[in-house]
Each structure stands twice: as structure tokens, then as C-alpha cells.
Nanobody, 123 residues
Framework: VQLQAFGGGLVQAGGSLKLSCAVS????????MGWFRQTPGKEREFVAA????????NYADSVKGRFTISRDIRKNTLYLQMNSLRPEDTAVYYC?????????????????WGQGTQVTVSS
């Protein structure tokens, strides 16, 4: 399975960005998906996830109400819509996939990872 994340960039506080993650090599609908983020010197942090069959979503408290995870099964693409961005959202964002029905909020719960895309929010 190959994952390729893109869509990061520089945005002012209060602005929006939409990340995408293209999935290939396995039927997209057979994977649960997630987004994580990481800043230098810190552990990779859970952001959001979507389950395999029902599309049930869950979010970190820090992004709840501001970020939305979604997927387009026909396009084999995962999305993360990020609104009301804050400087503390600055990080490298990674998409991840796991061969399970449900989601996981820990990075070691995922089997496959994309290369990451940088998001920088200026104050």
C-alpha cells in the first residue's frame, strides 16, 4: 500500500487548508484511515481517523469542531479539512492506514504511512 499526502502550506491563523492523501496498492474501502501530526522533538500525535466500513470518525480534542476527516472511495483519497487554524497546529501531517475495521488513536496501530506534508500557521 502506498500513501501520498499533499496539500500542506503556509496559512495565517484563522485560515483553512485541505489535505489530501492518495492511496494505491490496496482496495481503499478495506482500510481504516487516520491523520497524525508531528513537530520536532515530539511524539507523533493523533489528529483524526475514519473507520473502514461505517465511516465512523473520531478526533483529537484539540481539533474537534475545527477539522473534518472524510474520504472518497471512488477516488481512493482521504481528506482532512482544517478550519480556524492556529499556530499550534503547525506540524508535519501524515496520513496512515490500517487493515482493520476500526480506528486507532496510536501511531503503532497503523500499518502504512505516507511521507508527510508540512503545515505552517503564522500568527
Amino acid at each position: 500500500v502506498q500513501l501520498q499526502a499533499f496539500g500542506g502550506g503556509l496559512v495565517q491563523a484563522g485560515g483553512s487548508l485541505k489535505l489530501s492523501c492518495a492511496v494505491s496498492g490496496r482496495t481503499f474501502s478495506s482500510l481504516a484511515m487516520g491523520w497524525f501530526r508531528q513537530t520536532p522533538g515530539k511524539e507523533r500525535e493523533f489528529v483524526a481517523a475514519i473507520s473502514r466500513n461505517t465511516g465512523t470518525t473520531n478526533y483529537a480534542d484539540s481539533v474537534k469542531g475545527r477539522f473534518t476527516i472524510s474520504r472518497d472511495i471512488r477516488k481512493n483519497t482521504l481528506y482532512l479539512q482544517m478550519n480556524s487554524l492556529r499556530p499550534e497546529d503547525t506540524a508535519v501531517y501524515y496520513c496512515a492506514a490500517r487493515r482493520s475495521y476500526g480506528t486507532s488513536t496510536t501511531s503503532n496501530g497503523y500499518n502504512y504511512w505516507g511521507q508527510g506534508t508540512q503545515v505552517t500557521v503564522s500568527s
